[in-house]
């Protein structure tokens, strides 16, 4: 049986029929999104898959192997960009300019300052890379807590809490499940700092969105970084858009003219274990929904 290699932007766009000739004739996939492989769910769940962003398979019992790390760079670069932004108070720094106003304001910097990543991937890790080079203390979350060289902490889901209170930063970068739905709501808000900012590159069903208006409307925290929302795009009467303290981007951390050599040198490696026999790199627990070399 012969191994045949597919690399598709939308799997959408392949009709029906052939869909499964395909697929029963030992296939390999590369899919840009899992989220649009869900209606063909029943014929995914019998053969292995490789995507190239992180998420999970929506197929139960399936492997589903990712060109992990691909993108993890230029999201990363994101955190850091609208880290930088809220310490050195950006969106005032704006209104100057626009108002030639030339007034002394005080600023923070982020040596000393701790970065609380929820989720610990590829992107997770590459955050956690960067927030170390400014001098952070930086605490990572897991579902399995293991110690690593990137970070001052790690720990488990239960020090949730923990993690939120002692952050300035809680930065989200875990993909969607039954645990992490609705993971930061107003409980959780009510633990962090008043200082302190959200940022999610994450998934936006992860966060309770209203509760976070809320949040940053009474001063709860400071302000929220959002590349990732429960729907997108972001409703037009959503109230996060007229919050002055809220930076939004439209699903777009992740861009980088690098972005697709960076996942074909990874299906390289993950097509030669895989005609070997041998375990893929970046494969996936579909209990825990993150990359097993993460």
């Not at 000739?21 to 296939?27: A, G």
């Not at 029943?42 to 992990?68: F, H, K």
């Not at 990363?76 to 304001?105: D, H, I, S």
């Not at 499940?177 to 808000?189: D, I, T, Y």
Request: contains cysteine.
């Amino acid at each position: 049986m012969t191994t045949t290699a597919i690399s598709m932007a939308r799997v959408n766009a392949m009709t029906p029929p052939f869909f499964r000739t395909i697929f029963f004739s030992r296939l390999l996939v590369i899919s840009s999104s899992a989220s649009r492989c869900r209606s063909r769910g029943s014929i995914l769940r019998r053969r292995g898959w490789i995507i190239r962003r992180s998420g999970r398979s929506q197929t139960e019992g399936s492997a589903c192997r990712m060109a992990g790390g691909s993108h993890a760079k230029p999201i990363a670069q994101w955190v850091m960009l609208f880290m930088l932004a809220a310490a050195k108070n950006l969106p005032r720094l704006t209104e100057f300019r626009q108002t030639k106003a030339w007034e002394f304001l005080p600023a923070d910097e982020l040596t000393g300052r701790t970065c609380g990543i929820i989720g610990l991937g590829s992107i997770g890790h590459e955050v956690a890379r960067l927030a170390r080079a400014f001098e952070m203390v930086t605490i990572g979350l897991r579902r399995t807590p293991r110690p690593s060289p990137l970070l001052d902490e790690v720990v488990g889901l239960e020090d949730l809490d923990s993690l939120l209170a002692r952050s300035d930063y809680v930065v989200i970068c875990a993909p969607l499940n039954a645990q992490s739905h609705r993971l930061v709501g107003p409980r959780e808000f009510a633990l962090m700092k008043e200082s302190s900012w959200l940022l999610n590159v994450g998934r936006g069903a992860i966060v309770d969105e209203s509760a976070l208006a809320e949040a940053l409307r009474d001063g709860v925290i400071k302000g929220a970084a959002l590349d990732v929302f429960e729907k997108e795009p972001l409703p037009a009467d959503s109230p996060l858009w007229a919050m002055p303290n809220v930076y939004i981007t439209p699903h777009n951390s992740g861009s980088s003219p690098f972005a697709l050599d960076r996942a074909v040198e990874v299906f390289a490696r993950n097509l030669e274990c895989f005609a070997r026999g041998e375990p893929m790199p970046n494969e996936v627990d579909p209990a825990e929904t993150y990359a097993t070399s993460a």
